[in-house]
T-cell receptor, first 113, second 111 residues
Framework: SQQGEEDPQALSIQEGENATMNCSYK?????LQWYRQNSGRGLVHLIL?????REKHSGRLRVTLDTSKKSSSLLITASRAADTASYFC?????????????FGQGTILTVHP | SQTIHQWPATLVQPVGSPLSLECTVE??????LYWYRQAAGRGLQLLFY??????ISSEVPQNLSASRPQDRQFILSSKKLLLSDSGFYLC??????????FGPGTRLTVT
């Protein structure tokens, strides 16, 4: 079963606008991670937020986590055409040493120049 | 620095033929290793993971198997491919329960 469910499934915006993607998960997590995938390529880790954190920033990325609602959001500010990609959230349930992740279905982001 | 390699990049195989996909990691020791399958460019499904040489855990029943003959080598195999085995196969490594680092993937088409 999928841990994360992203919303929306697809998002189309103009360059310079902000992009917000949401993720909901079902079971308790130790941390939640966001990944980016360019078409036909491997995934690239963007940011990790621990269960005891509420917000985290990295460059133009802002991630929030609400464990009471079992949800997270990824905000990309001042988007660029190069941000066009699929974005996935992935939950790590913890309690193990191997870091097994359960991925959501992803949001396809298209940024028009 | 660490790097992860996968080969081949693309593969077209007939139904019933065997499969062997290889993944190797450089620049780290005793990594956790993972095989994922991605269908239609959407979510990833974890197939196998390994925390050490010779140790394999399977996440879903399927036509595939995995092996870890060396510390930084992870192999995905099948004796007889099915049409449903088509997809994008991704290998990843990690240390503990934090971020995973993905290889470039193998696009498998079973005809």
């Amino acid at each position: 079963s999928q841990q994360g469910e992203e919303d929306p499934q697809a998002l189309s915006i103009q360059e310079g606008e902000n992009a917000t993607m949401n993720c909901s998960y079902k079971t308790s997590i130790n941390n939640l991670q966001w990944y980016r995938q360019n078409s036909g390529r491997g995934l690239v880790h963007l940011i990790l937020i621990r269960s005891n954190e509420r917000e985290k920033h990295s460059g133009r990325l802002r991630v929030t986590l609400d464990t009471s609602k079992k949800s997270s959001s990824l905000l990309i500010t001042a988007s660029r055409a190069a941000d066009t990609a699929s974005y996935f959230c992935a939950g790590n349930a913890g309690g193990t040493s191997y870091g097994k992740l359960t991925f959501g279905q992803g949001t396809i982001l298209t940024v028009h120049p | 620095s660490q790097t992860i390699h996968q080969w081949p990049a693309t593969l077209v195989q007939p139904v019933g033929s065997p499969l062997s996909l290889e993944c190797t990691v450089e620049g780290t020791s005793n990594p956790n290793l993972y095989w994922y399958r991605q269908a239609a460019g959407r979510g990833l499904q974890l197939l196998f993971y390994s925390v050490g040489i010779g140790q394999i855990s399977s996440e879903v029943p399927q036509n595939l198997s995995a092996s870890r003959p060396q510390d930084r080598q992870f192999i995905l195999s099948s004796k007889k491919l099915l049409l449903s085995d088509s997809g994008f196969y991704l290998c990843a490594w990690s240390k503990s329960s934090y971020e995973q680092y993905f290889g470039p993937g193998t696009r498998l088409t079973v005809t």
